[in-house]
């Protein structure tokens, strides 16, 4: 999977606005944005992220963290947010929490009903809607994956998404007449409106025989973003859609380290390769005096400046369970 640099002159000092009627449907936003093409490789598994971003919607304090609820008082949510949207919450406050996101389902006057959330009593946040299958892909199958057109999924381009434990499918389904949209694998139900988390990896199997282009239209986040990593193979979304390299997005100081070299005790991050066939390798080394940085496992050469994919899977091989990895933009965003 290969992506492109960010379009549109987008990451410049400055900001775009949008205004209703544009791909963002918001009455008017205004901060640095543009859009992102994604290759998809024909007969291959492709890993990518979602880099660019719906606009805010709202942003404050939370005056209070009881159990699972958050509480503004400034705000009242329910006039604010559409119900039956998946919205995500950023922690932008310099707390501890800085960077989490927390997906929100539901919501009463001031209060977020959140599940396992990290956040501290009192910390500045922000709200944006978490895009769709629709959204990224096009209800009508804009992106052009390969569709099944008898309701089977034997030929048909599979989208996995990560659910926590293993990957819910999904796929686009043509029989005109009878159904045209996206499907459920597993539950043949509808799914046009499945919300995808940007802090997610997504594979995309397409077993059309062109490759595909995938244009992300959206938003730039400026702000550091934490990554939630699992014991074994993570697919993690990237963040920040140009510009971020293993050297300069941070991710060096929250994964585990090599202390000789070695894969010993190393979490090992995967990068896919430019035809998607496969991934190169990468650890981060400290040894104080010597070496601290990246390197490439295959050749043993510093990888500092190797650049991030939309996406990247993380094997946590050298942690001891599940942590948060913050990553943080380049530091000429903040000028956006």
């Known amino acids: 999977m290969k992506a492109t640099t960010l379009k549109k002159a987008a990451l410049v000092a400055g900001s775009l606005s949008f205004l209703a009627g544009s791909a963002f449907s918001q009455s008017a936003v205004s901060g640095a944005g543009g859009y992102e093409t994604l290759t998809i490789k024909a007969g291959q598994f492709n890993v990518l992220g979602l880099r660019l971003h719906e ?8 005056d209070a963290q009881d159990g699972s609820t958050l509480t503004d008082n400034d705000n009242n949510f329910s006039d604010l947010l559409t119900a039956g949207t998946r919205y995500l919450v950023e922690i932008t406050g310099a707390t501890s929490s800085e960077g989490t996101v927390i997906e929100v389902d539901s919501w009463t006057q001031n209060s977020l009903n959140v599940a396992g959330t990290t956040a501290d009593d009192a910390t500045d946040y922000t709200i944006r809607a978490a895009k769709t299958i629709d959204d ?20 048909s381009s599979i989208l996995f998404v990560p659910n926590g434990a293993a990957f819910d499918r999904y796929a686009y389904v043509d029989i005109p007449g009878a159904f045209q949209g996206w ?59 140009a ?25 090992v991050v995967y990068i896919p390769t430019a035809d998607a066939t496969g991934f190169d390798r990468y650890i ?46 380049p530091a000429y965003y903040a000028d956006l």
Not at 215 to 225: A, E, N, Y
Not at 243 to 267: E, F, K, M, P, R
Not at 297 to 310: K, M, Q
Request: a negative charge; glycine letters at 14%; zero cysteines.
């Open 243 to 267: 510009g971020s390299t293993l050297g300069n997005s941070g991710l060096g100081a929250s994964v585990s380290s090599s202390a000789d070299g070695s894969l010993n005790g190393a979490d």
């Open 136 to 155: 990224v892909f096009g209800a009508d199958n804009a992106a052009g994956l390969k569709a099944s057109t008898d309701g089977s999924f034997g030929d």
């Open 55 to 62: 606009p805010q919607v709202v942003s404050g304090t939370f």
């Open 183 to 241: 499907l459920d694998v597993a539950q043949g139900t509808p799914a046009g409106n499945v919300p995808l988390n940007y802090i997610d990896g997504l594979i995309v199997q397409e077993k059309g025989d062109q490759d595909r282009e995938l244009v992300v239209t959206g938003m730039v986040k400026t702000s550091s973003t934490k990554l939630e990593v699992g014991q074994l193979f993570t697919y993690l979304g990237t963040a920040y859609p």
């Open 284 to 329: 981060h080394v400290d040894i104080p005096g010597t070496f601290t940085g990246w390197l490439e496992i295959a050749t043993g050469n510093p990888a500092d400046d190797v650049e991030l994919s939309s996406a990247i899977i993380v094997d946590q091989a050298g942690s001891p369970g599940p942590y948060n990895a913050t990553v943080t933009p």
